[in-house]
Nanobody, 124 residues
């Protein structure tokens, strides 16, 4: 099994920044891609960003390009950590943010593994 534990959510004013972290542990050899999704109240869950195992390939939705940056730290033997640096936050970025992992591209395939989510609230 794979365990994904998110942290870093909170309340921030519009224009501010937050950094989310997700520690992926367990059968880390069973996934290569890590990513972030979000779900706003009353809306479907949507893809935000993803990163390959090496970190050499990243994807981001049009709504966050230029504002959000995904990165990854694989230096620990038993834990891979993925980060989402969120700048220039807008009220419409308010959502529960979920970490996801899979052996395939998560922006085109439903991920096998999900975290519990962390709330991000952007006030206007």
């Amino acid at each position: 099994q794979v365990q994904l534990l998110e942290s870093g959510g909170g309340l921030v004013q519009a224009g501010g920044s937050l950094r989310l972290s997700c520690a992926a542990s367990g059968r880390i050899f069973s996934f290569s891609v890590l990513g972030w999704f979000r779900q706003a109240p009353g809306k479907e869950r949507e893809f935000v960003a993803a990163i390959s195992r090496s970190g050499g390939t990243t994807y981001a939705s049009d709504s966050v390009k230029g504002r959000f940056t995904i990165s990854r730290d694989n230096t620990k033997r038993t834990v891979n950590t993925v980060y989402l640096q969120m700048n220039s936050l807008k009220p419409e970025d308010t959502a529960v943010y979920y970490c996801a992992a899979d052996s395939r591209a998560v922006h085109t395939n439903p991920p096998d593994y999900w975290g519990q989510g962390t709330q991000v609230t952007v006030s206007s």
